[in-house]
C-alpha cells in the first residue's frame, strides 16, 4: 500500500518517524519554506498544480490512500485532497490538531477582521504570529507591528511601522513572557493554529493580561474522516495497511 502524507507539520513528521519504512509512504511538502524540517523516508516538495494536478499525480504514483497532516489553514489544499480522494474512491484522513481554546479571546473569522479589530480597539503596539500570507491585511493599520515569521513576507505590502523577527518555533513560555514585556506589547494577534509549539505566547499573554486577537480555523470539507492525534492516525494507516495485504 502506497500512502502520500501532505505534510509540512509537526505532526506530519511524527506520523512518518512512526511508520517508516514499515508503510510504502511519501510525505509531500508544499515549498514555501526554504530549507524545511524534512520527515523520514522519501520527500516531495512543491504544489501539484491544483485538482488536476493532484489527481493526475495520485494515478500516475498508484497511490493508494492519503492522509491530510498540513496546517489547519492550508485550507486550499485540504478541499483539493478531499475532492479527489471522493472522485477517486481513495481512503482519506485528515490529521487535525485540536484547536485552542479561545478563551477570553476576541474570536474573528479573518485576517481583514483581526486588522479591524485592532482599529477599533486603538491598539498600538501588536505582537502579529499569523504567518507571512497574512501581513498584508495589516498595511493600512496606524499601529506598530512585531511580525513574526519562519521566512520574510514578499511581493505585499506591509504596515507602516514594524519590526520583523524571523524565528521557527518551538517557542517557550518564559521566552515569550520576556518578548511581549520588552517589546511591551499590547495586543496578541494570532491564527487558532493549535498545538503545544506555539501555546506559550497565549499562555504569556494571559499572565500578562494582554487582549489576544484570534483568527478562527476554517471549516473543513464536508463528510471527511478526522483524527486529532498522531496514534490514531498511525492506527488508521496501520488497519488499512493490514487490509491491503490480506
Not at 494515478?59 to 489547519?72: F, K, L, M, Q, S
Not at 489553514?73 to 484522513?93: D, G, I, K
Not at 485576517?111 to 507571512?132: C, M, P
Request: include cysteine; charged fraction near 20%.
Amino acid at each position: 500500500m502506497r500512502v502520500l502524507l501532505l505534510g509540512g507539520t509537526a505532526e506530519g513528521r511524527a506520523l512518518a518517524e512512526v511508520l517508516h519504512p514499515d508503510v510504502d509512504i511519501i510525505s509531500s511538502l508544499a515549498g514555501r519554506v526554504p530549507d524545511p524540517a524534512l520527515p523520514a523516508g522519501p520527500v516531495r516538495i512543491g504544489g501539484f498544480g491544483g485538482v488536476d494536478g493532484l489527481r493526475r499525480w495520485l494515478r500516475e504514483e498508484r497511490i493508494d490512500a492519503v492522509v491530510d497532516a498540513t496546517h489547519p489553514f492550508a485550507a486550499t489544499m485540504t478541499a483539493h485532497a478531499a475532492q479527489v480522494c471522493r472522485e477517486l474512491s481513495l481512503p482519506h484522513l485528515v490529521l487535525a490538531r485540536p484547536p485552542w481554546d479561545p478563551g477570553a479571546a476576541t474570536v474573528v473569522a479573518s485576517d481583514r477582521e483581526a486588522a479591524e479589530e485592532v482599529a477599533k480597539q486603538n491598539y498600538s503596539r501588536v505582537f502579529l504570529t499569523t504567518g507571512r500570507s497574512a501581513v498584508g491585511a495589516f498595511a493600512g493599520s496606524d499601529a506598530w507591528f512585531l511580525i513574526r515569521a519562519v521566512t520574510a513576507p514578499e511581493h505585499m505590502q506591509l504596515p507602516r511601522r514594524y519590526e520583523l523577527l524571523l524565528s521557527r518555533g518551538p517557542y517557550r513560555y518564559e521566552d515569550e513572557r520576556r518578548l511581549l514585556a520588552e517589546y511591551r506589547i499590547e495586543a496578541l494577534v494570532t491564527k487558532n493554529s493549535g498545538g503545544a509549539m506555539t501555546r506559550g505566547k497565549l499562555d504569556a499573554a494571559a499572565a500578562l493580561q494582554i487582549p489576544v486577537v484570534m483568527v478562527a480555523r476554517p471549516p473543513l470539507p464536508g463528510g471527511v474522516q478526522t483524527v486529532g492525534t498522531v496514534a490514531d492516525a498511525a492506527r488508521w494507516v496501520t488497519g488499512l495497511s493490514r487490509r491491503f495485504t490480506h
